[in-house]
């Protein structure tokens, strides 16, 4: 009798239960790998390694840095070879972004998980960084700028990166509902920043609107192939 329960219970695991849990992990490894529209599939790939750690949990590493403020990666000529960009893993601080009129400076974070947005300024995994042409989407929470709304066009943003120094002239500002999906869409095309934030600013919690900051590339190297 224990025989033929055991059995069953082997058929019933070998059968159903493993490949329902084997298509759940291929549909999470899928996802993440497709969401990841950055320019290189290795970041793809190195974000798959990094969300799942060796033994194949689903976790978050410490923070990282690949950026040093005090050195000068200003390439000549303009422009720079995408092999030899050190791409940032998620959860990473690859630079800083700076607004300059408030006096205000963030990490800039690839990934925009709460512990990002809470830190820093987090870049979304699905827009483009910054040279490549293209969005780029970066958000923060809004305590981090709580001094935002003294922005105004014509106003500088800078992005520094690991790679090169980008400046941005802003566009527009906009108030739009946090439901709003085309006031965050991801062009491939143009230079373009897109920064945001809940709204009210000085709101703590369970704001319904962003305030977001449209801003068009001025200078910074580009980069190639």
Do not use: W
């Amino acid at each position: 009798m224990f025989e033929t329960k055991n059995k069953k219970l082997r058929i019933v695991l070998e059968c159903i239960c493993m490949p329902i849990f084997l298509a759940c992990i291929s549909f999470t490894l899928i996802y993440t790998v497709l969401s990841v529209k950055i320019v290189n599939p290795k970041l793809a790939l190195d974000t798959v390694r990094t969300v799942f750690g060796g033994n194949g949990i689903f976790e978050f590493p410490n923070r990282q840095d690949i950026y040093n403020k005090e050195d000068d990666p200003n390439p000549s000529g303009g422009y720079v070879r995408i092999e030899d960009i050190e791409y940032p893993h998620f959860n990473t601080v690859f630079g800083e972004l700076e607004i300059p009129k408030i006096e205000r400076t963030l990490n800039l974070i690839m990934g925009e998980s709460e512990q990002s947005i809470t830190d820093g300024a987090a870049m979304f995994t699905s827009s483009y960084i910054p040279g490549y042409g293209g969005t780029t989407l970066v958000t923060t929470h809004n305590n981090n700028v709580v001094r935002l709304d003294r922005i105004e066009a014509g106003d500088e943003i800078i992005i520094r990166t690991n790679y090169g120094t980008y400046k941005y002239a802003v566009r527009e500002i906009s108030i739009v509902s946090k439901d709003d999906r085309e006031a965050f869409k991801v062009s491939q095309t143009g230079n373009e920043l897109v920064f945001f934030t809940c709204y009210p600013l000085r709101k703590p919690s369970n704001a319904t609107q962003r305030m977001v900051v449209y801003a068009d590339l001025v200078s910074g190297p580009g980069i190639v192939r």
